[in-house]
């Protein structure tokens, strides 16, 4: 079977939900370091999936664990039916692509391709075709010839991958593969990567550190703390309704407003944002968490900057009082931070309106701070 077959027969498979990798229990330690805690997850066929976290939460240990670099000391993983669990590395149709390529500095493009296909006594008429067409997918074939070291890091990093992908892996696992690259080389490289995983097909597994990465490029992100999940879900869904304080302050940026109950109903509760020493404090009425409530329990709102509504005191609004502390002009948008009565700092991002020549502010200037009814996401008070 060529590439594109096997890329395309992956691709139809995505709709379907199918669960290639199934991981149950699954713990790691190293001494008295418990990394991993018993977790269960399931990759599924053909999707883009990020692990993200801080450093030393365990991602990295889990994308080994996965690759058969490391065994784990408790739990099984099951990939397509089959129990890989204390299958070694070269036993997996597992590849991956680690942080630094490790690409023969003496083979040229071409023989660093080849390479495991030579080792699996492949014919050589069939490693040429395979790795030409590897070399098509990254856009690379004029390159066959070069030595590694004469590329760009980021024509390094695409041929890493098509040196993975030539052996048509059920799943590709990629160790923070951007990192050692320059700014505008990483987006650019972020659009190649999600472009390559789609016309492949194969399952991505991607590790990083970085949230704007993880959301642009992910299908399902899975956020770690200290060797357990915190929320596996769409970037949409972790960004707009992050299942807790640590998931909704690690994935972008982030405002915290205290409030208290005042009435709990059916589906509404009534609250009081409690931001302002004195004066006016909002009152809210809003859709019932999932989470219990009670009446006189302290709560966060969570909401965006591109949430928060900045008004001149002039403009006749009511609102939580602040004053400027910051405030850049960024092109199509104005982001400034307000800082509140009670010492809360409000990160605000506002289209920048072109017509209106005073659309600016002034450090120190006062202004009111609202948002829309609805746009809140609540989280109880940890």
Not at 122 to 132: M, N
Not at 204 to 222: C, G, K, N, P, Y
Not at 338 to 363: A, W
Request: hydrophobic share 40%.
């Amino acid at each position: 079977m060529s590439l594109n077959e096997s890329s395309s027969m992956a691709s139809a498979q995505i709709s379907d939900q199918k669960s290639l990798l199934r991981i149950r229990g699954v713990s790691k330690a190293y001494g008295d370091t418990q990394i991993l805690k018993g977790i269960d997850l399931d990759i599924y066929d053909g999707e883009f999936l990020t692990l993200l976290g801080p450093s030393g939460c365990g991602k990295t240990t889990l994308l080994r664990l996965i690759g058969g670099f490391e065994m784990p000391n408790a739990g099984s993983m099951e990939l397509d039916g089959v129990d890989i669990t204390s299958l070694p590395a070269d036993k997996r149709p597992i590849n991956t692509v680690f942080q630094q390529y490790a690409l023969f500095p003496h083979m040229n493009v071409f023989d660093n391709i080849a390479y495991g296909l030579k080792l699996k006594k492949v014919p050589k008429d069939e490693i040429k075709v395979r790795v030409k067409e590897a070399l098509q997918m990254v856009q690379l074939e004029h390159m066959m010839n070069r030595r590694p070291q004469d590329l760009s890091g980021g024509q390094q990093q695409r041929i890493a991958i098509a040196r993975a992908v030539v052996n048509q892996p059920k799943m590709l696992l990629l160790d923070e593969p951007l990192s050692a690259l320059d700014a505008k080389m990483r987006v650019q490289m972020q659009s190649e990567l999600k472009r390559l995983q789609r016309e492949l097909g194969i399952t991505f597994v991607f590790v990083t550190h970085d949230q704007e990465e993880a959301l642009s490029m992910s299908d399902r992100i899975a956020v770690m703390k200290a060797g357990v999940f915190q929320q596996i879900d769409t970037p949409i869904r972790i960004y707009e309704s992050p299942a807790n304080l640590f998931t909704a302050n690690f994935i972008g940026e982030t405002n915290l407003f205290k409030a208290r109950v005042l009435e709990v109903n059916d589906q509404r509760i009534k609250v009081e944002v409690t931001e302002q020493k004195e004066g006016f404090n909002p009152i809210r009425d809003l859709p019932k968490p999932k989470f219990n409530v009670q009446v006189g329990q302290s709560i966060n709102l969570l909401l965006r900057p591109e949430d928060i509504r900045v008004y001149y005191v002039n403009d006749g609004y009511e609102g939580l009082v602040g004053h400027v502390v910051d405030s850049a002009y960024k092109g199509s948008t104005l982001d400034s931070v307000i800082r509140l009565q009670s010492g809360n700092l409000v990160k605000t991002s506002e289209y920048f309106n072109e017509d209106d020549p005073n659309f600016n502010y002034k450090m120190g200037q006062e202004v009111r701070v609202d948002w829309v009814d609805g746009w809140e996401w609540i989280l109880p008070d940890e």
